[in-house]
T-cell receptor, first 112, second 114 residues
């Protein structure tokens, strides 16, 4: 079972920041937080991941709380092409099988 | 750099038949994972192949089997198809390094079982 809880859906205005929350209250010390997204009729796409510190790349920023029980994915300037299902995944570090356990994710609808 | 490709794009089969789905991994990647995604659900892990051997399996029956070839491409075989096997089948490639869960997905094969 997925170790994360996410809202089912969210709306965001085009050009504004989209903040997608994720709860992972049972996360353990060696587990990372990964974010993927899936645009309709495509395969999932890796976005970003983190362990303790906040992370930023060309796509998004990841803010992890100090107790690591929750995190927020931030898309700084959402566009219509960011409309997708966003998955927050918690997974073991260094496991023999790097399988991803997906939940049902958050459907982000970016409105014009 | 060539991305992950899957074939065929769509497939219709009859209950009880067998099906083979194919995946070509991204250049430089040595690991292939397969996922099943039912409508409205997140992808579910089927199994993973590394160096031509199964390297982990999800909660799927033995009629789901796979292969990985020396060039790291892979096949997913499903025998005795059931109606519930209708889904999008996703292949993902990665490079097996400790702690990395960054996987690159193909566009998927949509399987319909009637």
């Amino acid at each position: 079972d997925a170790k994360t809880t996410q809202p089912t859906s969210m709306d965001c205005a085009e050009g504004r920041a989209a903040n997608l929350p994720c709860n992972h209250s049972t996360i353990s010390g060696n587990e990372y937080v990964y974010w993927y997204r899936q645009i309709h009729s495509q395969g999932p796409q890796y976005i970003i991941h983190g362990l303790k510190n906040n992370e930023t790349n060309e796509m998004a920023s990841l803010i992890i709380t100090e107790d690591r029980k929750s995190s927020t994915l931030i898309l700084p300037h959402a566009t219509l092409r960011d409309t997708a299902v966003y998955y927050c995944i918690v997974t073991d570090y260094g496991g023999a099988t790097n399988k991803l356990i997906f939940g049902t994710g958050t459907l982000l609808a970016v409105q014009p | 750099e060539t991305g992950v490709t899957q074939s065929p794009t769509h497939l219709i089969k009859t209950r009880g038949q067998q099906v083979t789905l194919r995946c070509s991994s991204q250049s430089g990647h040595n690991t292939v994972s397969w996922y099943q995604q039912a409508l409205g659900q997140g992808p579910q892990f089927i199994f993973q192949y590394y160096r031509e051997e199964e390297n982990g399996r999800g909660n799927f029956p033995p009629r789901f089997s796979g292969l990985q070839f020396p060039n790291y491409s892979s096949e997913l075989n499903v025998n005795a198809l059931e109606l519930d096997d209708s889904a999008l089948y996703l292949c993902a490639s990665s490079h097996q390094t400790s702690g990395s869960y960054e996987q690159y997905f193909g566009p998927g094969t949509r399987l319909t079982v009637t």
